[in-house]
């Protein structure tokens, strides 16, 4: 059984910064197609990040709306995918998930990702 725990949310102000993990347990995460989604009441998940590490290959794609502020990684030994999140504005205040798409492999990417495990969430709240 995959079990993702996300950590690292909380309050910040307009322009402040915030590193969010995701640990898993019962799954390796070398060679999975990670993401980072996040939600707000009464909208659409959103995909804001992905990355896929493994056989030495390494790649990320993110949402517009985060690119060049936010920065996703995976550390394979630690089994752990974090999202740094930097120069955060009051739009970024939601509900930020981790999940896994065990199937896509080297194919990962937002516009193709469809998880199949998630974790509970962690809430970012960014005030101006």
């Known amino acids: 059984q995959v079990q993702l725990v996300e950590s690292g949310g909380g309050s910040v102000q307009a322009g402040g910064s915030l590193k969010l993990s995701c640990a898993a347990s019962?799954?390796?995460?070398?060679?999975?197609?990670m993401g980072w989604f996040r939600q707000v009441p009464g909208k659409e998940r959103e995909g804001v990040a992905t990355?896929?590490?493994?056989?030495?290959?390494?790649?990320?794609t993110y949402a517009d709306s985060v690119k060049g502020r936010f920065a996703i990684s995976q550390d394979n030994d630690k089994n752990t995918v974090y999202l740094q999140m930097n120069s955060l504005q009051p739009e970024d205040t939601a509900t930020y998930y981790c999940?896994?798409?065990?199937?896509?492999?080297?194919?990962?990417?937002?516009?193709?990702?469809?998880?199949?495990?998630w974790g509970q969430g962690t809430q970012v709240t960014v005030s101006s």
């Open positions: 999940a896994e798409d065990p199937d896509l492999g080297l194919r990962c990417g937002l516009s193709v990702i469809h998880p199949t495990y």
């Open positions: 019962g799954s390796s995460f070398s060679s999975r197609c």
């Open positions: 990355v896929y590490r493994g056989g030495g290959t390494y790649f990320v």
